[in-house]
């Protein structure tokens, strides 16, 4: 990940995954590199080969708005992937913000946000509705008992993303581990956005770029998609196969927390199964938990 032309890098990804033919170029004989040619994109987009070469070495960085959607056009972004685009062209006045406020301290990892305490008091009171929330970067801040007895990579001071990528009983959880895990990589992209150089981040994709093939692969793609409603499905240990809606509300005040919310259909076999293992959780757990400062040590140990 190269946060310093992070523009370079994703027009030169979303290239590679443009077939010549699709975008109505003829071609024969071997091509040396995947996709779309430098100067092809050039072309199609209407702009010099030269110029976009600078685009995509870094040496131009404030391309117009008019070139940005004829690139997007060209690469076929869809909505969130053009203003993913268009972002990382912009200034990052949030990362500008906490470097004046902290100095040099700025570029150290920050302390994961606190839950604000209306939060944790109302999904304390969903017994029947595992939820939890997380940050932008996918590290769990707090969730309630039936949340961490659906997964244990619920529990607050773990990171979502690199547990289900690395954690081999998480794999076996996830009935749609390969749909889940293609989703999951293209939502962490879009929540941050053009913030590359994030500290937190650049420690989590170093890490998951060397420990998964997978997620090196799809990192790479540069996708991003936003997350959506979906259904998880999964084959719990001790209920069977179970399958969820899930959703996701933005948290406001925050600064991108996420509160996930589950839930079975009413009076479907899915719910009775939920239930008992509410009924199981009820037994051992009696309320939500929050991140601490000794899950914070416990989490980076772990990292």
């Known amino acids: 990940m190269d946060a310093t032309n992070a523009l370079g890098e994703f027009l030169r990804a979303r290239r590679a995954l443009i077939r010549p033919e699709d975008a109505g170029i003829r071609h ?10 430098r100067e092809e994109v050039a072309m199609l987009a209407g702009i010099s080969a030269d110029y976009y070469l600078r685009l995509e070495q870094g040496r131009d960085r404030d391309p117009s ?5 004829a690139l997007a056009d060209v690469l076929d972004l869809d909505a969130p992937a053009t203003a993913h685009l268009i972002g990382l062209t912009q200034a990052r006045p949030s990362q500008t913000r906490r470097s004046d406020r902290s100095g040099d301290r700025g ?3 920050q302390k994961p946000e606190p839950v604000p305490p209306g939060i944790l008091q109302l999904i304390d009171g969903w017994p029947s509705n595992p939820a939890y929330v997380e940050n932008r970067f996918t590290d769990v801040l707090a969730a309630n008992p039936l949340a961490m007895a659906l997964s ?3 529990s607050p001071g773990v990171n979502l993303i690199r547990a289900i990528l690395l954690d081999e009983s998480e794999r076996e959880l996830r009935r749609d ?3 889940l895990t293609e989703a999951g990589v293209a939502a962490l992209r879009a929540n941050v956005g053009p913030d590359v150089d994030d500290p937190r981040l650049v420690e989590l994709v170093g890490e998951l770029s060397v420990r998964s093939e997978r997620f090196r692969r799809l990192w790479g793609r540069h996708d991003v998609r936003p997350k959506h409603a979906r259904v998880m499905r999964l084959h ?3 209920v069977g196969d179970l399958d969820l809606q899930s959703n996701k509300l933005a948290i406001n005040g925050t600064d991108g927390l996420i509160l996930k919310v589950f839930h079975a259909e009413p009076g479907s076999r899915d719910a009775e199964l939920l239930a008992i293992l509410g009924s199981l959780t009820a037994t051992s757990s009696g309320e939500s938990r929050k991140l601490t400062g000794s899950d914070e040590h416990q989490a980076v140990d772990e990292q």
């Open 152 to 154: 244990p990579s619920h």
């Open 107 to 109: 570029r150290a990892a």
């Open 28 to 37: 024969g004989g071997l091509r040396r590199v995947p996709g779309l040619r």
């Open 65 to 69: 708005l008019q070139v940005l959607e």
């Open 177 to 179: 581990w390969e749909e």
């Open 236 to 238: 719990h240990p001790k």
